[in-house]
């Protein structure tokens, strides 16, 4: 969501044209489509130009410019395959200045698809190949800075909002608007100073109305609703702005927070229907991205398994690790669309809380699938392929048990915990062998109801966390106990040690706060549910209470 900072490029490459700084060769044609807006039919004409041309360096622009243009416009999905032809070029004529550009865009695509960690990876190589030019590198490290954040490196984020703040300042050429929310959230995770939180994200609300591109206006609007910032009258302008551009997630997240509804001009069943109708869109919308990245990454992985195959001859075994991946894609896609259909038959009463339990499982889904597609290919990646043959059939009973789930908000602990083991079994044969696991129950039957897929994204995280640390003895313990009023269940492990915490995304553990208030609001005794976390080098503690409910 970096709308403001794709344009810098463009201005970047008119500056070669004028010969303000010296840059590595960019081909004429591309020079020379600066004069012409982004949907004019000769820029077009002229990129379609470049990718045919004979000339690699001006083919790899001519794939840069087309999916910049379709990333400006928010098809992010679609650019993937310019991005990947482009980098492939750039690298093999050692292009680093076109190579930055591309990874720029890369980064940013993947992180609006929900992609996983490599995001950083590939933002710290744009920043590596843009040292030595101040304001190239302060836009690499801005979007940086807010990888950091949604990845839940704040202290990190914090560090290079401040040099990224300072030079934006120093030059009062861009607007700061999302660098003031980035680093409000950041503070605001870190529980520091609220005075500043405050102060930062007013400021960003106060600058989203100036000549801030849309897509950087719904990042800020996201980042203010998280920290619960906003007015009713700011709440109701953004309900209009997100509607106006059809971000319907947006909507829906603005109207959740919204009591005042004359200020849209509606009843109160009126707004009630309005934010229902805005969260069916939004799952549609994600459901059909979803779709069509994974549908591309299978394709990505394909042709990164053909070039493997050449250099390590394993091309038989790798042709059945993909066979077993497209099956287990089509059945989550399959799922997904299954569950979006049974969401539109819910009566009208049942419908808020069906959407809500298919947003967090359409959530955490694709989230858990991407870390073990990683997994599978960093087993690849050694060669190991009896091993990950080993791993895809477990994954594939894991996916199965996942898939067969029922669409209820409660099963019994019993059923949770066999469900989660699977899971416990693929981190073991990944990465995390080394990492003990326990599950006990004191006081509690294994036949008394708690919500459904809670354990999974906090036991994956304790993992994260256990197995990264390198303590002499990682471990992570589950725990159900009798509490005053009900069941409380403890998620630990042993820290992250000396080194700074690895950590999930940090949108596991949010997601699961959302499900604990989901049940607080339809609570008839809301005070007995609640989460407390405590992270320390030394152990890591997630504890949630519930009623007990058999």
Request: glycine residues 6%; negative net charge.
């Amino acid at each position: 969501m970096r709308l403001s900072r794709l344009i810098a490029v463009v201005f970047a490459l008119a500056m070669v044209a004028c010969g303000v700084s010296e840059r590595p060769k960019v081909p004429e044609a591309a020079i020379g489509l600066n004069q012409y807006a982004m949907t004019d039919s000769l820029y077009i004409q002229g990129i379609e130009e470049m990718i045919l041309s004979d000339d690699l360096q001006e083919e790899a622009w001519g794939w840069y410019m087309k999916a910049r243009s379709l990333i400006i416009e928010g098809a992010s999905v679609q650019s993937l395959p310019m991005l990947e032809r482009s980098e492939v070029l750039f690298r093999n004529l050692n292009d680093d200045y076109g190579l930055s550009r591309v990874l720029l865009l890369k980064a940013h695509s993947y992180w609006v698809l929900g992609s996983g960690e490599e995001i950083l990876a590939t933002a710290e190589e744009t920043m590596a190949l843009r040292e030595g030019d101040t304001m190239s590198w302060a836009t690499a490290a801005g979007n940086y800075s807010t990888y950091l954040i949604d990845f839940g490196y704040y202290e990190k984020a914090l560090e290079y909002s401040d040099t990224v703040l300072a030079i934006f300042k120093k030059r009062g050429a861009v607007n700061p608007s999302e660098a003031y929310a980035v680093r409000a959230e950041a503070l605001q995770r870190l529980g520091k100073d609220p005075v500043q939180v405050d102060s930062l994200i007013q400021g960003a609300l106060a600058l989203v109305t100036q000549e801030v591109p849309d897509i950087d206006k719904q990042n800020i609007y996201f980042r203010a609703l998280g920290l619960n910032a906003m007015s009713q009258e700011e709440l109701a302008t953004c309900i209009m702005f997100a509607m106006e551009h059809e971000y319907w997630a947006l909507e829906a997240q603005a109207r959740a927070q919204l009591s005042e509804y004359d200020l849209v001009g509606e009843t109160k069943e009126q707004a009630i229907a309005a934010e229902i109708l805005a969260n069916k869109r939004a799952l549609a919308q994600v459901d059909e991205g979803q779709s069509k990245f994974l549908a591309f990454e299978l394709e990505r992985g394909k042709r990164e398994r053909l070039r493997f195959e050449e250099t390590a001859k394993l091309r038989q075994q790798t042709l059945l690790l993909f066979i077993g991946l497209a099956l287990m894609l089509s059945l989550v896609i399959w799922s997904f669309y299954s569950n979006a259909l049974k969401t539109r038959e819910a009566t009208l009463g049942l419908q808020e809380a069906e959407l809500e339990l298919e947003s967090y499982k359409n959530k955490i889904r694709p989230h858990f699938l991407f870390n073990q597609l990683n997994n599978v290919s960093g087993i690849l990646n050694q060669e190991r392929v009896l091993d990950a043959q080993e791993y895809l059939a477990e994954l594939g009973q894991y996916l199965r048990s996942l898939l067969g789930e029922q669409n209820a908000h409660f099963s019994t602990i019993d059923a949770e915990i066999t469900h989660l083991q699977s899971f416990v079994n693929l981190q073991q044969q990944s990465s995390y062998g080394h990492v003990k696991y326990s599950c006990t129950l004191q006081e509690v039957s294994s036949k008394a109801l708690m919500p459904t897929g809670l354990l999974q994204p906090l036991v994956e995280n304790s993992f994260k966390y256990a197995g990264y640390g390198y303590a002499a003895e990682p471990w992570i313990a589950i725990t159900f106990k009798r509490g005053a009023t009900g069941i409380v269940l403890e998620i630990e492990d042993s820290g992250y040690g000396d080194l700074p915490p690895a950590g999930g995304t940090g949108n596991g553990l949010a997601l699961v706060k959302q499900r604990i208030a989901f049940h607080q609001k339809r609570s008839k005794t809301p005070v007995e549910w609640g989460i407390e976390t405590i992270f320390t080098k030394e152990k890591g503690t997630v504890r949630i209470t519930m009623p007990l409910m058999t």
